[in-house]
């Protein structure tokens, strides 16, 4: 069968878009916290505030004739990655990691010209990527270095860690793997390979390309039981903490892990996917439950962690089924 | 919970108010569900001829009563050079032609144009009798008289059927002497029914006189028939003078009521009176709203049928837009079905209306795809965001106005509704796909376009259709209901059919798991 019974996937604790537009977006998240995620200058300012780690910003573009300034901007550095401020769904990012006379090189090896980079960054500035084509901003970050335990993972480009907050507690993780029918991008819906993880101790548990169980990267053909995600605590911990910075209750925190500076986060999502759910062959509406069953959400990150750690683990005993009942059903 | 139980009630607040009105409409103000009910209407002609005889004239008519079982929709005078005037007395509505001084054979028209509902007439009150006066026979006529009405009286339980027993005896095949007496063979129509209304008077109940038309299609030079109606326990019943059956034939019009002449003619002789009658049909919807009109029912009054044609037809259009609304809802919501863009589906559903599904089917894949190709070269050209999507529009243009000269050059006319096309929201589509196309690939954009044209197709399919056409047009209370319906689907919190298969695998193994 190609369909799934909905009364098995309910069963299983599956959260349906529909359900999680009404039960946990609009519920959990104010609208107007989103500019907070949704401007990724803003998210950046917030977290440095926070003092979590980020992404060294190189430079800002706003206007049109700033367009002109790129190349001085772009002078010094060999390697960086141009974002737009409102993009969404890793729209509109280039990654150069090499740069020789003319030459700017994207990860897959394709060189292309300063014109190029200025193209990109005009159409940015245009409103292409953003919401509802917007005039946008540009922002040039320092490039990401690979984790050397990520080296036999990843095709050209960087991993990194989903992790759903929900209401201040990790309830759900996945790594997300560039592989090269994603183009270096870790998106999963254009083939980047989705890792679940195991909340207690980073491990992985599952995973999965085209929504299909794989047991090895595509690429590079190594098996995933052996992967493990070192800094586990000090990522949950970023995570849980961006409860605080931003307010939002239900989340998705994009980490990477930097061969030198460690954790530190990417981006903020006020709509996180599901395919998280395929990934960890789970569904998050138990793990939800349990969340909304609690009286009082803990102040401190670092003890929301350990609840989570201890509640949501692999190796944690199933949860009763009086718990998959989550407020996502009821109405308001 | 509270919450919930307003959110429900608001629902069928909403759901309720539009079907409350559509009921209404379809019972009280007789609106038809279905597009095509046609109504008999019937058109009559009255033709009164008489010769002037040089003098002043008047012509005086008896004009038929506004029931509330027959909706007059239009009455016409017409006589050349003649004085009108319409004067509604106590028994009824009269027409009244003059002229100072005229000669010769004249002629004067009167025509009708009605059709009947099914509203029972209900007896109206003032309508009382006034005391039967007991006629003056000579002698024999009246031994005859009552010798007849003390047979019929033996036979009759109630008045209703001494009446009927009466008008059968009288009418009876082999008469008796009596009834010879009273009524020769070549007595006239009118001498028959005043005699009935006399023997009635004797019997001290009250009768008059009831001349009216049956209605046949295609007849010509028809006369008036004459029935009779008796007073019986507070209302007018009407007997057939000869037959004695009781109650109103089908498609039987009441002309006139009483004793009062049918026509007058002052100045004049030799006056006749001729009937035709020609049935047609016509839409009952148009019926009804005219006749709704007319009395000023609030409802329709405070409409969109107020409003000019034209605008009317705008409105037929607009109407159509919460069924495409409706339509793309589901698809997202409960099938899950990506479009690009949320509702320009339904923009190109309207279009498709104009050109027809295959025509338009071609036509916007043709504009689109040729769109991409030259879109592609832009690209390449390092335009500015808004400068490319302004070059997309005029390539857009550009593309249509070809389509429609080649085509029409070929002699293909309906390629010609290629305007129809929202030139906008097609640069839209392209520059989307385009977009899309560089990022996610071909396969996204099959996804999305395909899944855009799909719901198109399902939304003009239904908005084409001519019973929805017809009902949302003129039930707009159909929107309420529809808006209930969307209040509803907002609440939907369960699985898209699309996550059913996207979470498949999940089954899979959670059963796997377990076993």
Redesign the interface.
Known sequence: MFLASPKKLRSFGIIGMNQRNFGLISRYNPRHLYPLVDDKLKTKLLAQQAGITVPKLLGTLHYQHDVKLLKEILHPYDQFVIKPVKGSGGKGILVITQHDHNLYFKPSGDAIQLADIERHVSNILSGLHSLGGKPDSVMIESLIQLDPVFSDYSYEGIPDIRIIVFRGYPIMAMLRLTTHASDGKANLHQGAVGVGIDIGTGGALHAVQFGETVLHHPDTRKTFSELAIPHWDKLLQLAAACYEMTGLGYLGADLVLDRDQGPMIIELNARPGLSIQVANYAGLAPRVAVIEALKAIDPNPQTRVTFSKTQFSAAAKPHTPRLQHTRCDDPR | ?H??LR?YLLVILVMGLGVGLILYKHFILGFPLLPDDKTPVWTIEAKIDFSARGGPVVVSFALPPETPDIVIIKEDFASPDYGFSQLTSPSGRRAQWSKRAVKGAQTTYYRLSLYETDQITSSIAADLPSEPEKPEFDEVLNTAAITLLDQVRNRSANTEIFTRELITALNSKVPSQNQSLLLSERSSDDYKTHLIINLLAMEGISARIVRGLYLEDGRRRQSLTNFVEVYIGGQWLLFNQNSGIHGKPENFLIWQRGDESLLDVVGGKNSQISFSIIKNFQSTRNLVVRDSMSKQAGIIDFSIYSLPIEQQNAFKMILLLPIGALIVVIMR?LI?LRTSGTFMPILIALALIQTTLLTGIVIFLTVVGTGLLIRSYLSRL?L???ARISAVIIVVIVIMASISIISNKLGLDQALTVTFFPMIILSWTIERMS?LWE???PREVLIQGGGSLLTAVIAYLFMSNRTIEYLSFNFPELMLVNLAFILLLG???????S?????????R???SGKS
Do not use: I, K, P
């Open positions: 919970m919450a919930n959110f919501l899950g390092n500015l965001f808004v977009v990022e996610d690939g609440q939907y919190t369960g699985y898209r059919l996550e059913l298969y996207r979470f498949h695998s999940l089954e193994r959670n059963v």
